[in-house]
Each structure stands twice: as C-alpha cells, then as structure tokens.
C-alpha cells in the first residue's frame, strides 16, 4: 500500500532525518517561487473566466441578431403574401386591416416588437399607437444612429445599434434590422435591446467567475498554510534547513508548474486537457478540482453550441416552409386545372420535406365520398387508384377530419386508435392531416405521412393548413372558371339561337312567302312570277351570308379547352393522320396572351389552309409557323404541292372554289390584319397571315 504524505508531513520527515541543516536561502527561494505561481494561476484562472464568459455573450448577440433579422424577414415574406391575395388595397385600407396588423406587428425578444413603416419614414404598423402615421424621420431625433438605419433602409436591407433608453430609464444598446416588402413601398423592421440575447451567458459568467474565485482562494490557502508550517516549524533553523527546503522545493514546485500549465492551456481554450499531479497531497486535489472545471466548462461551452445548432436547424425549416408555401402560392396563380396543381403540389411538399407519402382526397360533389386526387409515395406508383371515389372509414383519421372539419396531428399512429393501417403503407409511423376547405365547407383533406415517430411539430401543421388554404382557394377558383366557361358557352348558343331566328328564319319565311306567290302567279302573269322568284333568290342569298357570318363568328370548340399553341398542335396531328402527310410545327418569339376573338381566328385561318391543302395541294410536307413579337403576331401555312397561280384581288372572289381564301382574307381585315398568298404551280402554296396585337381589332 502506498503510503501518502501531505506538505506539512513531508517537511516534518526531511526536518527529522535532517536535522539542524540549514533551509532559510531554499525556504526563501521556494515562499517566492510559490507566490509567483500563485500570482500566474491567479491571473490565468481570471483570465480564462473573462474569455469564455465574452465568447459565450458574443456568440449569444451574434444569435440574437441572426433572430432578429429572420423575424423580420419573415414578417416581410407574410406582408407580400398577404397583398399578393389581396390586391387593390388602398393605403387607408391597408393600415385600417386588422389582419396585416397582425401579421406585421410581432414580437422580437422579450421586449422588441416589429413595426412596417414607407419608403417615406411613416409609420403603418406598431406597438405604440402615438407614432402610427407618424415619420421616424422626426420621432426618432437622437442619437443619429436611429435616423440613419431607418433612412438607409428606403434603398434595401439595412441594420445597426443605437442607444435606447428601456422602461426603467435606463440607457441600453437596441439593434435594428429593416427589409423592404417586395413588390411595395412598405419597410419591416425589427428591434430589441440586444442584451436581452446575452443575459443566459452573466450567469454563466457568475458561475466562471464563482469558480474561478474559489479556486485562487483554495491556492492562497494552501500557500498559506505552506508558509506558516514553514514558518513555525523552521523558523529558529532555517539557516540549518537550507538543504532541506531546498530538496522539498522541487517536490513541492513540479506539481504546482504543472498547475500552472494546465492552467495556461486551459484559459487558452482547450478544455480537454487534464492535469496531471499525483502527489497524493493538497496539489493533487488542487489538480482535480481544476480538471472538474474545465470538464463543467467543457460541457456548458457543448450544451450552448447544441442550443444555438437546434434552433438554427428549426429556423431554417420554417425558411424552407415559407418557400414551398410561395411556391405553391405563385403555382396556384398559373393554374387552373387541378390534375395539374394537386400532383405538382404533393410532389413539392414530398420532396421538400423528404415526407413518406402525401395524399390529396376531394370530396365528390355528386355523391359525398372522397376520391384520392393526388398520391405522391417515395418510390411507388400506383399503389392505390387515383381518381375513383374510396369508402373512408368515418372514423379513421381522413374520414374524422373530412367530418369535422379540423385537423389531426398523430406522431405515433401505433397509440391513434383513428389510424387504419394500409398494406402498402406498411412504414408509416405517424400522419398529418388537415382539411381543405373555403369558410365552413370541407373540399377535402391533405394527408401527409412520415417513416419516423415524433415527425411533425406545430410548425409542421401550421405550413400544412396554410398549403391545405391554398388549395382550397385553387379548387374553387377551378370551379369559377368551369361555371365561367359554361356561361360563356350558354351565352354563344343564345346569341346564336337569337341570330338564327331574327335572321334565318325570318329570311326563309320571306322565301317560302316569296314563293308561293310566285306559284300563284304563273297562271296569271309570268313577269309577276319571276319577280318573286327573284325576291325569293335575293331573300336566300341574304340568309346564306348571315350563316356564313354566324358560323365565322362562332368560337372554335378546340380553345375552349386548349390554349390556342395547343390547339393549333392537335389540328396538325390530326391532319397529319388523316392525310399521312409529314407536318411540322415551330414558334418563335416570346408567347404572349392573345384576345379571345384573335385567337379564333388564327385557328380558322389555319384550319382552313390545312383544309385547302389536302383537297388541292397533293402536298408530301407541311410546315406550320406561329411567330411572336412586340407589336403583331404573325401564322405562315406553307407546302410542297402542285401549287396553282393566284388570281387578282379584283378577280372574281364569288367563285366557290375561292371562298376558302375569301373567309380568310375577310377574317384577317376583320381583325385589323393583312392576308397573303404566295404561290407557283409545281412549288407549293405559302399562305401568310400578320395581325397586330397593339391595337383595337376593327
């Protein structure tokens, strides 16, 4: 067994076994060498306690500001979503809205809140209704600080300090951060005392500096308590016990320099170190209680870095989540099918989330039951039919929200009894749905599944009934448009029903009037007859015209489905199959959205060329232009066939086998257009159509 000796035993033994030998020079060398190692460790320990307690408040503000500007980015991101659906809004209105007050006043910190204020310094939204429609320009006065953030803040993004005086009078540092709104003339901007970030770290910095006292206060004992040993026992001998002293001092010193070095290195930042310093005495447990600090250091120094990475990690998330909402958002303003946007939608939220599977059920207007619209699995397809109505359990999870009209949260579907369990959805683990609905009417459900427990967060639900809104709004905007379009269609038809009968059947009424008299008359005066008869013939041809112009002015059937590219496409395709001719079709220029009444009669314009090239052209090759530009839009026809050679224009434009180009040119001067025919016999027939888009159609 290994015997251990404190300081005072060691110096008794050397004292015994050496006697009356001279220690006062070496007793006097190791009190000094002693002082000065007490006076390194001292500094070093308060040292080190200063260092870690300034990183730990700076990286604390450095946090905070990065809180600070994401709150106002987010504020900022809400505000341009909120006008982007509400378009039109005056200013009054704007700052009169209860719900954008909402969404741009939010708190910052413990104190700070945001404010949203123009690009002229006055102020919309804030917590303090004294300086609403008020401009910071005036309010803010002193310091300067203030004024300048805010005035930079009218050309971009712009940030700083300034001192603040807090509620209790005291003068504190604020930092400001400010984001122009997109797309408007509106400022966000977020501020709070920015030591409200740093406050956890001054009790860290108590707790360092706590230790860090003890710790000099152990060392000034024990040398204390070396020196009066020294003193007392060797105070009539220490010219005698020189030697002595001098032999204890490095058994005494070593381990001391070795505190002193560790304390060095620790105070310079490495926290793993150990000290070594096994003397068995007061040293040693010097040593330790120096190691048991650095090790608390080490694990408060983690245990930060873990907070400040965790709530990185969230705020990234809900970046992430504001992007997928906008995205929908400007998707759902570009379409309007929903076998288009319910895939896209659910193959987003997916993909962006890296989700398991995400459902979208409707329900059914006819009947009531939910039709799965949309089903987006990680790595399957097909695993459940899309588009036929499903008979939902009531009281599962799809069908409990379908019926109440509220959301579901399950983080473990093991624990929900509500979770009916799907043979190919085997590795769901927990499931997210909300209901899709306008006001109080449920459209249907987003079901959102995940591989893993605990998968879903308030945060997750608030992102999924936003997305959930948002369909909501593209499903009954679809269903505007279908009933738009159908009005659109009842209109036409009535239109034409009218025309029919105030002019066609009025003219053949005259005509059968016409020729009955004729009839009469023949066996009296046959002049009489004939003029009846021309009557009738005159009467015919005003009929014939009106049909003619009644079915030109008729929509084409293809646009009221199709955009007018695409349509142009399935008449070539169909062409093409019907004649087995090679077509091609080609656009250049940048697209653009034409009137409705243009569109048509480009298509009938094109229609009609194809018509004449299969009856006449015995053409092998077809090629289809449509060409765009700033001003004009411009549809050529060209072919490969026999060609013919075009007549005058003052020809005889009345000949029947002509009143294909006839239509066509009156289409094009009806829309303000000009209309061109070249051709050759043996070279093929270009026919060219150019119809301004900047003016009026005639």
Same mark, same amino acid.
């Given at each position: 067994m290994?015997?251990?000796f ?24 190791a ?72 969404i741009?006043?939010q ?39 203030f ?7 009218f ?66 004992e ?26 204890? %001092? +490095? *058994?005494?010193t070593?381990?001391? #320099?070795? !505190?002193?070095?560790?304390?060095e $290195? =620790?105070?310079? /930042? ?28 080490k ?35 570009s ?19 890296h ?5 979208i ?5 006819? %009947? +009531? *039951?939910?039709?799965?619209?949309? #089903?987006? !699995?990680?790595?399957?397809?097909? $695993? =459940?039919?899309? /588009?036929?109505?499903?008979?939902v ?39 997210l ?150 077509a091609?079709?080609?656009?250049s ?21 194809l ?25 050529s ?19 029947r ?23 050759r ?18």
């Open positions: 290994k015997l251990k404190g300081v005072r035993s060691k110096i008794l033994i050397f004292f015994l076994a050496l006697s009356f030998i001279s220690l006062g020079v070496t007793s006097s060398v009190f000094r060498t002693i002082y000065q190692i007490s006076s390194i460790v001292t500094k070093n320990s308060a040292e080190m306690g200063d260092n870690v307690a300034r990183q730990s408040i700076a990286s604390l503000e450095d946090l905070g500001r990065r809180l600070i500007q994401r709150r106002a980015l987010n504020v900022a991101n809400e505000i341009e979503i909120f006008i982007r659906y509400h378009p039109g809004l005056s200013t009054s209105e704007i700052k009169g809205n209860k719900e954008l007050a909402n741009a006043v708190s910052v910190g413990q104190t700070g809140y945001t404010m949203v204020y123009d690009k002229t310094g006055t102020v919309y939204f804030s917590t303090d209704p004294n300086i609403v429609g008020v401009s910071l320009l005036k309010v803010g006065g002193e310091p300067v600080y004024s300048s953030i805010v005035e930079r803040s050309n971009g993004e712009a940030s700083g300090y300034y001192d603040w005086e807090d509620a209790k009078g005291e003068v504190r540092q604020k930092y400001m951060y400010c984001i122009p709104v997109e797309g408007t003339n509106l400022v966000v901007a977020a501020a709070t005392y920015i030591d409200e970030y740093s406050a956890p770290a001054e009790g860290l910095e108590a707790d360092i500096i706590d230790t860090v006292q003890k710790t000099i206060q152990s060392i000034n024990e040398v204390d308590k070396a020196q009066w040993i020294v003193t007392g026992v060797f105070g009539g001998m220490i010219l005698l016990a020189a030697a002595v002293i001098f032999l204890l %001092s +490095g *058994a005494i070593r381990p001391i #320099l070795a !505190l002193t070095k560790g304390a $290195v =620790i105070a310079k /930042g490495e926290l793993d170190y150990s000290i070594k310093a096994e003397t068995g005495d007061e040293i040693q447990q010097l040593a330790e209680q120096f190691n048991e600090m650095a090790k608390a250091l694990e408060s120094y983690t245990d930060l870095e873990q907070k400040v990475e965790e709530r990185t990690k969230q705020e990234r998330q809900r970046a992430e989540q504001l992007r997928t909402v906008n995205e929908v958002g400007r998707k759902i303003s379409v309007v099918k929903l076998d288009e946007l319910l895939p896209y939608v659910g193959n987003l939220l997916r993909e962006t989330f989700y398991y599977n995400v459902n059920f409707l329900l059914e207007p006819s %009947s +009531g *039951a939910l039709a799965l619209k949309a #089903l987006c !699995l990680s790595g399957q397809k097909g $695993v =459940i039919p899309v /588009g036929v109505p499903l008979e359990d009531e009281e599962s999870i799809v069908g409990w929200v379908a019926q109440a009209g509220e959301p579901i949260l399950a983080n473990d579907v093991v624990e929900d009894p509500r979770y009916r369990a799907v043979e190919a959805l085997r590795e769901t683990m927990s499931e749905a909300v209901p899709v609905k306008i006001g109080n009417k449920v459209l249907g459900v987003l079901d959102i599944e995940s591989t893993e427990v605990d998968a879903f967060n308030e945060a997750d639900l608030s992102t999924a009934q936003t997305l959930a809104d948002q369909l909501a709004v593209a499903i009954e905007n679809a269903r505007l448009y279908e009933e738009t379009r159908q009005i659109a269609v009842m209109e036409e038809r009535n239109r034409m029903a009218r025309e029919i009968h105030d002019t066609l059947a009025q003219g053949f009424s005259g005509i059968i009037l016409q020729l009955e008299a004729a009839e009469q008359a023949l066996s009296e005066d046959t002049s009489e007859a004939e003029r009846h008869l021309n009557q009738a013939r005159s009467l015919a041809r005003k009929s014939l015209a009106e049909a003619r112009r009644s079915v030109w002015n008729l929509r084409p059937q293809a646009l009221e489905q199709l955009p007018l590219v695409e349509a142009i496409k399935q008449e070539l395709d169909k062409f093409s199959q019907s004649v087995g001719v090679n091609k079709f080609s656009i220029g940048e697209r653009c959205d034409l009137p409705p009444e243009l569109e048509a009669g480009l298509l009938r314009i094109c229609q009609e060329s018509n004449n090239v299969k009856k006449h052209a015995k053409a092998t090759e077809v090629e289809v232009n449509l060409k765009f530009d700033e001003s004009a839009v411009e549809l026809v060209s072919d490969d066939g026999v060609g013919f050679k075009p007549r005058a224009s003052g020809g005889s434009e009345k000949k086998d002509t009143f294909g180009l006839i239509s066509m040119r009156e289409r094009a001067r009806g829309l303000g257009g000009t209309f061109e025919v070249q051709s016999r043996g070279k093929g027939t270009l026919v060219r159509v150019v119809i301004p888009t900047s003016k009026e159609v005639s």
